[in-house]
């Protein structure tokens, strides 16, 4: 790996340590790809305009005067301001980029080409850097030239259209598709920068890649695309359920709970039958006998297990459930969620500092074995700017003078929250 001088804000003893990753992001997807390299240590190097910074910052304010998705997406990052339409801040730009590993981008169509950034210029002049494009549609198609938001690459990719119910489409809560693309966008760098390490001095590393929204939700929707192909066959929402295998779904219990019981195969059907509703005669039925007629017959299966959920409590339902070992779950609210023992338990909260005071938030999901993921602080706009520049040899008297020329933001300023810390 390139390198760079690392600082004791940015130290990590991380798998990725050493590994120096600049953005130019906004919103969810290209975030999520450098939170989760920055997870596993890498310094990662948040480029933002100096007038607002990323726009997920301004979302809401629900996080202490912060934005969810923001301090959601981008903890463990240096912000540094630069004004990316001024000569002198694409000049500070390229002095980091000549020393970095990898450049990630999730810009406006055309925005990185109007920079002189573009992957095949980027290849040009820092061979060893590895360029990440995240967009919209990919290039060349007729979507290519849209803007692309979670929601709208959701409904072209017919997500929608099979979320939710029968006439009653919905988008999928959370951000399915930035999320996916991000995590896309991590593997294919992981996955360059080990070939780029099995490849030393051979030559013939690769180091571009373009990963778009469409692409990753189309392959998301592999299932439903694959069926209607060789099917003709359109399927339909079916709120909490599946209509790949039947029973599987949500039924209202006796204490006015939400249990959501599923199987996957005849084994299971017949415990389900046998063991919990205690109807045989619907295990012995021959609509019954193969996964096709049972979703073929759902809705009569349905009401059966309804009646029977409706009559039992949560607690009763689940228990023997997993005495027969037929899945089970809770359908929960997201306050739920929160308080859910299953976290309490295995301890996956972690306190994550912010410019106003500390929050709570979950560890990352891998779990290796003698090393915890990093979670390092939630940056403040342009809170890592000068620290950053001198980093990569930028003198103070330069760092003045670029902000008197308003290439770079305003000095940080602590917020009140912070200072009294």
């Known amino acids: 790996m390139t390198g760079t001088v690392t600082t004791e804000s940015v130290g990590s003893d991380g798998p990725l340590a050493g590994v120096t990753v600049v953005t130019l992001e906004q919103a969810v997807s290209a975030p999520m790809c450098t939170r989760t390299l920055a997870d596993f240590g890498a310094r990662v190097i948040k480029i933002e305009n100096p007038r607002g910074g990323d726009f997920a910052r301004d979302y809401d304010d629900v996080v202490g005067g912060m934005a969810a998705h923001f301090v959601w997406a981008n903890r463990g990052k240096e912000s540094v301001t630069l004004d990316l339409k001024s000569d002198d801040g694409i000049a500070v730009l390229h002095r980091i980029l000549a020393r970095s590993d990898v450049l990630v981008s999730n810009l406006a169509p055309g925005a990185t080409a109007r920079l002189g950034l573009s992957p095949d210029r980027l290849e040009e002049r820092y061979p060893e850097l590895i360029s990440v494009e995240i967009d919209g549609y990919g290039p060349g198609g007729p979507l290519s030239h849209k803007r692309a938001y979670d929601l709208l690459v959701q409904a072209e990719s017919g997500a929608c259209a099979v979320t939710g119910h029968p006439g009653m489409p919905a988008k999928p809560g959370p951000p399915v598709a930035d999320i996916t693309t991000g995590l896309y966008s991590a593997?294919?760098?992981?996955?360059?920068?080990?070939?780029?390490?099995?490849?030393?001095g051979r030559g013939g590393s690769l180091s571009k890649v373009s990963v778009s929204l469409f692409d990753t939700m189309t392959e998301i929707m592999g299932y439903p695309l694959t069926y209607t192909r060789y099917s003709g066959v359109n399927q339909q929402p079916l709120g909490m359920s599946s209509p790949a295998v039947s029973p599987y779904g949500s039924y209202r219990t006796a204490d006015d709970q939400v249990v959501v019981l599923g199987t996957t195969n005849d084994r299971e059907w017949q415990r389900l039958a046998r063991e919990i509703i205690e109807r045989d005669d619907l295990a012995d039925d021959e609509r019954f006998r193969s996964n096709a007629g049972r979703c073929e017959h759902r809705a009569v299966l349905d009401e059966a297990i309804a009646q029977w959920c409706a009559r039992h409590p949560l607690a009763h339902i689940q228990?023997?459930?997993?005495?027969?070992?037929i899945g089970n779950s809770r359908y929960n609210l997201p306050s739920d969620v929160i308080a859910h023992p299953q976290l309490q338990a295995r301890d996956r909260w972690r306190e994550v500092a912010t410019p106003n005071g500390p929050i709570e938030a979950l560890l990352p999901?891998?779990?290796?074995?003698?090393?915890e993921l990093s979670m390092g602080a939630v940056p403040g706009l342009g809170e890592h700017t000068d620290a950053v520049l001198q980093d990569f040899g930028i003198t103070g008297t330069e760092i003045a003078r670029l902000r008197e020329a308003g290439a770079i933001g305003p000095a940080y300023r602590a917020s009140d929250t912070e200072a009294a810390e």
């Not at 920068?193 to 490849?199: A, D, F, I, P, V």
Request: proline share 7%; glycine share 10%.
């Open 365 to 371: 999901p891998p779990v290796v074995a003698g090393f």
């Open 319 to 325: 228990k023997i459930a997993d005495e027969a070992g």
């Open 187 to 200: 593997v294919s760098i992981l996955a360059l920068l080990c070939g780029k390490e099995r490849h030393r």
